[in-house]
């Protein structure tokens, strides 16, 4: 399990991968999209409009990696929280 950690927000969210990371953003979004690369697509459109961030959204793997080279993403191996996924903790 991973740590998803949003910096700018002070949120994060405890996923097994990437994809579940992204569908969890793309369902706290205040915008309903289809999918997640509908997401990726007018997330991406909003940090370029109004940041001048160029976040790619051709694959999950490279939003995840501009999210983290943009500084808006923090990745951790989260120990305790996979005791906490299968509530053993």
């Known amino acids: ?9 002070k949120k994060y969210k405890i996923a097994k ?5 992204v569908t969890w953003m793309r369902k706290c979004d205040y915008q309903k ?3 997640n690369q509908e ?3 007018g997330y991406s459109f909003r940090k370029l409009t109004f940041e001048k961030m ?5 694959s999950i793997e490279n939003f995840v990696n ?3 080279k943009n500084e808006i ?4 191996e989260d120990k305790l929280g996979i005791l906490k996924y299968l ?3």
């Open 1 to 9: 399990m991973t740590k998803y950690i949003l910096l700018h927000r």
């Open 17 to 21: 991968n990437h994809d579940e990371f």
């Open 33 to 35: 999209w289809e999918d």
């Open 39 to 41: 997401f990726m697509e």
């Open 54 to 58: 160029n976040i790619n959204y051709d």
């Open 66 to 68: 501009d999210l983290q």
């Open 73 to 76: 993403l923090k990745l951790e």
């Open 87 to 89: 509530n053993l903790f």
